[in-house]
């Protein structure tokens, strides 16, 4: 069975790019769609309205720094501290540029740190790569599930 992507992003247009980006490298993973940290943390951890999801980690988590309710830092901080979240690898896709943002992020433990790119190509082959490598390429830790690509 497929893990799916964990994409935490609350601006639409930011949504709809790198959902079509996802969808432009036909990878067969479910995206889950969360639109702050709060719903994040919630489906990770398998509460709220979560709460009645199917167990296991999500391939990767495509994370947004600046969110609504709880930041994408306080994300990752939490992924970081929990045993059963820890290894998920997560890639913090921001627009900020700012060093301390990026010195926070690795300190925490981010897995990558990819700014934005503005431009509409830049940016739709930044995420086919990220959803391409963290999906289909990267290793996971022995134990867990390997993904499989989808050919169609």
Known sequence: MLKPILLVEDDARDLELTLL????????????????????LD??????EHAAREPGNPAVILLD???????????????????????????????????????????????????????FKQFISAIADLGMFWAVLNEPPPGSVK???HNG
């Open 43 to 48: 489906y990770l951890l398998r509460e709220g």
């Open 65 to 119: 720094l600046k969110l609504p309710k709880v930041n994408g830092l306080e994300v990752l901080q939490a992924v970081r501290s929990s045993e059963q979240l820890r290894s998920i690898p997560v890639v913090m896709l921001t627009s900020s540029q700012e060093e301390s943002d990026v010195m926070r992020s690795y300190s925490l433990g981010v897995n990558a740190y990819v700014v934005k790119p503005v431009e």
């Open 21 to 40: 980006a996802l969808e432009r490298t036909q990878l067969a993973n479910e995206v889950v769609i969360v639109r702050d940290g709060a719903a994040a």
């Open 147 to 149: 993904t499989a690509r």
